[in-house]
């Protein structure tokens, strides 16, 4: 895929990809839930006025009033287990995404990470700054698919020059990043110090944070890809903290996002490698996971990911529909919210998709798919074009009884908004389920869109009454996309890209 690293943006051209609709809201929703023209409309009243411009006043500040975002809860286990996903103030994430791409401040900002990247780039490579997609390829389809270019076929190729690899990642990674180590990591920790002022764009993204976050310092909003960008600031600091540790030591280090790959010639220095990452993520309030981080001198094994390996291992998977899922169902019990789970379900959906008609128990494959997504979050938009499709089959007394067990199984699950946005989008194209409730926020605007405000999504009453009136009455729903979509969820709905790998 055709494609460029965001640092090779101008200042406007950055602007324009953090403005757009996919890089505002990364998660997966349905296409009719769209926040383009909010965005735009935000972006044309708010320029480059400076941040506090847009509030009612210095005691009404956003940093007083704790609902700002909007939080959508992510079960990561189908039990109390989850992940914050915010779709934050668009008031906000628009002035911020001002604020960083002013002419001046991108400059500052793309000078500080290109410098960081030729110093430390001999043993620390970054692979995952946001991309732009050059193709007719979706830039979170780019994103994804570096994964395979720019890790796997690398760390492959390090088992020549190397004999010890470890895996290593960030707990919590965004829910822990201390937002004044983003001045330290854009201007230096004793010259952000000296000048606490909003004068440093560091320093005023720093504020901005902490505006959508109740006053806090802990933690960045997930869910966008200004805040990926943001990560990556912090993160490459973190980088080069290591790298001026480590200078006397023979290692390598790829790392995509705050997941890492360590290669050194033993099991020692793995280990004082490690050491030095433990303590420089310390003294920023991070540590590693724990659990999550393993050691070996198989190299060639452990550069291709376990699920990967697990299909690899599994050629004749592809026989009958309920063999097939139930393939899927226990590769999702030994490596949830696998990309691999996601793709096999899709090669599923591809060849349930083309069936006329269904000779094995249907209601047994919506029993086998909906445990798969009660356990893999990851899943949903899959899961639920395998439902729709699945559902179209049944007579119409037993399709709003096999859904209603479906949506009543959900339930039980505590935080699954996400998921009743992915019901929703089965039955709202079906008179069958037009009685059905979602409790989900967004499900409510998209039911009734004329009449519900955007307004129980945000806290919007610190803004001024102009950019108030924009983010509560401007639509979020694509009333065209939602007329015009169908009980059975198309393939383009829900298909990334055509992955090549495995």
């Excluded at 047994?364 to 356990?375: E, G, H, R, T």
């Excluded at 694509?478 to 090549?500: G, M, Q, T, V, Y």
Aim: aromatic content about 8%.
């Amino acid at each position: 895929m055709k494609s460029k690293s965001i640092l090779d943006l101008s200042a406007k051209e950055a602007r324009s990809f953090f403005l757009k609709n996919d890089s505002y809201c990364n998660i997966d929703l349905p296409n009719y839930i769209n926040f383009q023209i909010l965005i735009n409309s935000l972006s044309k009243k708010i320029a480059n006025k400076a941040f506090d411009s847009i509030y009612q006043s210095k005691k009404n500040k956003p940093s007083n009033h704790e609902n700002i975002n909007h939080t959508l809860l992510s079960n990561k286990d189908g039990r109390f287990s989850w992940r914050p996903l915010k779709l934050i103030h668009p008031a906000l994430y628009v002035s911020l995404a001002h604020q960083t791409t002013n002419p001046n401040n991108w400059t500052l900002i793309k000078n500080r990470l290109n410098a960081i990247s030729k110093k430390v780039n001999s043993r620390i490579e970054c692979k995952s700054l946001p991309r732009v997609s050059l193709s007719s390829e979706s830039d979170k389809a780019t994103q994804v698919n570096t994964w395979w270019q720019e890790i796997e076929q690398v760390s492959l190729k390090m088992s020549i020059d190397f004999s010890c690899i470890i895996h290593a990642d960030i707990a919590d990674c965004y829910g822990s990043i201390y937002t004044h180590s983003i001045p330290w990591a854009v201007h230096g920790k004793k010259r952000a110090k000296n000048e606490k002022g909003n004068c440093l764009i560091g320093n005023k993204v720093d504020t901005i944070l902490r505006d959508m976050s109740f006053g806090q310092t802990n933690g960045i909003p997930q869910g966008s890809v200004l805040m990926d960008f943001l990560a990556e600031i912090v993160l490459s600091y973190i980088d080069l903290n290591c790298y001026i540790k480590l200078h006397s030591l023979d290692y390598k280090v790829i790392r995509y996002r705050d997941d890492y790959r360590i290669f050194t010639q033993n099991e020692s220095d793995s280990l004082r490698v490690l050491k030095v990452l433990s303590e420089v993520l310390a003294s920023l309030g991070m540590k590693l996971n724990a659990d999550k981080t393993v050691i070996s001198d198989n190299l060639i094994k452990e550069s291709i990911k376990p699920d990967k390996w697990f299909i690899l291992n599994n050629s004749m998977r592809h026989r009958g529909l309920q063999k097939q899922l139930m393939f899927i169902h226990k590769l999702s019990g030994l490596h949830p919210n696998s990309g691999s789970v996601k793709k096999e379900l899709l090669l599923f959906y591809k060849r349930l998709h083309k069936k006329k008609n269904i000779k094995e128990d249907i209601a047994v494959l919506i029993s086998i798919a909906s445990d798969i997504a009660y356990k893999n979050p990851s899943t949903y938009q899959n899961v639920a074009a395998i439902l729709s499709k699945l559902i179209s089959h049944l007579d119409e007394n037993n399709k709003t009884t096999i859904f209603n067990k479906v949506k009543k199984r959900f339930d039980t699950i505590p935080n699954t908004g996400l998921i009743d946005i992915w019901l929703q989008r089965i039955s709202i194209a079906s008179n069958v389920f037009n009685e059905t409730q979602f409790k989900e926020p967004l499900c409510e605007i998209v039911s009734q869109p004329n009449s519900v405000k955007n307004d129980i999504l945000w806290e919007s009453d610190w803004l001024i009454e102009e950019l108030k009136g924009i983010v509560c009455n401007t639509a979020i729903i694509d009333a065209d996309r939602l007329n015009k979509i169908k009980p059975i969820i198309e393939i383009d709905e829900i298909s990334l890209f055509e992955e090549k790998y495995p």
